[in-house]
């Protein structure tokens, strides 16, 4: 999918789909090309190491942690040198014992090709994506998710999210979060673009 020319597409598409959604998209207006789309290669375990600093913690902070991880590291954060690295080091660059076993398993499992790199991903669905990556310990279908959309998936429906939940209780619902079940239930009529759909809710919210 190219970020430049599907939202137009796939606005048409879901208007017709469903008229209440087409009502949101015809309020907010064209999307044109959404910051979330990628426009260069995303470096898998990259990504996945950032998500996991930031975990439950503010942008300033989790990035001053992953400065001083990529300082302890030598300079880079790669998969060879993070399972190299000794857990008090770690954890002396300001990550809690869970982020460090997280991030040792991402190591370990990024090595053995558990976690594909970008050219073998391309090759896989979301399905096989959201089942490898979440046999990494810390990572769950959310993050996975997020990946999933920098990488310009057409189909991905965060339904877990709570920006997702919000904006489609405020469309479809009476205002409060929505259960993820519902989200999912309508989302089948937005198919194949669930993520331009998302992205309409994550702005009605």
Do not use: C
């Not at 995303?42 to 942008?59: E, K, V």
């Not at 089942?131 to 310990?137: G, I």
């Amino acid at each position: 999918m190219t970020a430049r020319r599907v939202p137009r597409q796939a606005e048409a598409k879901l208007r017709l789909a469903d008229p209440k959604l087409g009502r949101l998209i015809d309020r907010i207006g064209p999307l044109g090309v959404h910051p979330f789309f990628a426009k260069e290669k995303i470096n898998p375990f990259g990504a996945l190491a950032h998500s996991i600093t930031h975990q439950q913690l503010g942008n300033a902070a989790a990035e001053a942690i992953h400065g001083r991880l990529k300082k302890t590291l030598g300079g880079r954060v790669s998969a060879a040198r993070l399972l190299e690295a000794k857990p008090e080091a770690l954890r002396a660059a300001g990550l809690s014992g869970g982020k460090v076993k997280s991030l040792k398993d991402l190591a370990a499992r990024t090595l053995d090709g558990t976690v594909p790199t970008y050219g073998k991903m391309l090759a896989l669905s979301d399905d096989e994506i959201v089942e490898r990556l979440t046999s990494v310990h810390g990572i769950g279908r959310w993050t996975v998710e997020m990946l999933l959309l920098k990488l310009s998936r057409p189909d991905v429906l965060p339904a877990g999210d709570l920006g997702i939940r919000r904006g489609f209780g405020l469309v479809f619902g009476d205002g409060e979060l929505a259960p993820p079940k519902d989200i999912l239930l309508r989302g089948e009529r937005w198919r194949p673009y669930r993520s331009v759909a998302s992205f309409y809710l994550w702005r009605a919210s």
